[in-house]
């Protein structure tokens, strides 16, 4: 089973490196995607040696002539865990600024967005409108944990968890 694991900037990327791994393990094809931003905060080649493929930033990464379309050939799934506001927002609004947010619109597969941010921004109106617009769309909303945030506020924005989020994958292929 082929799925694209896209990577928006939150501070619980860290959590991605654990998710990818256990997939891999699982014997699914992932496929990592990630934004500019993200790729700051973690080496695409921590990704690349987890998944055992390339990691793609850039349209034309690895001599890809339009990578959104060549990396939804023959996939399965498409997650972005962890999602952030902004991330959230331009899926919302079907803005396509980079590779991951274009891939997200060119992909007609099941889409999952699992949510990472403060939680004063988590229930933020803006933020709250745009989840129930990918709802919409057909999104399946990975809902977020309870819990202190690393600034210290305290409520739902946390990520779920890596156990969840694989448990979560798992059970498709059982389908």
């Avoid at 944990?145 to 059970?171: F, H, P, R, W």
Wanted: charged share 15%.
């Amino acid at each position: 089973m082929k799925i694209i694991y896209g990577v928006s900037a939150s501070i619980a990327i860290y959590k991605s490196c654990e998710i990818v791994r256990l997939l891999q393990k699982e014997g699914f094809d992932i496929h990592v995607v990630m934004t500019q931003t993200a790729s700051q905060w973690i080496s695409p080649v921590v990704f690349t040696a987890l998944s055992n493929n390339p990691v793609y930033v850039h349209d034309t990464d690895h001599g890809a002539v339009m990578a959104h379309i060549e990396l939804r050939e023959n996939c399965d799934l498409m997650i972005v865990a962890p999602a952030s506001a902004d991330f959230i927002s331009q899926a919302a609004v079907g803005s396509a600024p980079n590779l991951l947010s274009t891939l997200l619109l060119s992909f007609s597969g099941p889409k999952w967005i699992a949510p990472s941010m403060n939680p004063v921004m988590f229930k933020h109106p803006a933020v709250q409108f745009n989840l129930t617009r990918l709802r919409e769309y057909g999104y399946r909303i990975l809902s977020p944990e309870t819990g202190e945030a690393l600034c210290g506020d305290l409520g739902e924005g946390k990520m779920a968890s890596v156990e969840y989020i694989v448990e979560q994958i798992c059970n498709i292929r059982m389908r």
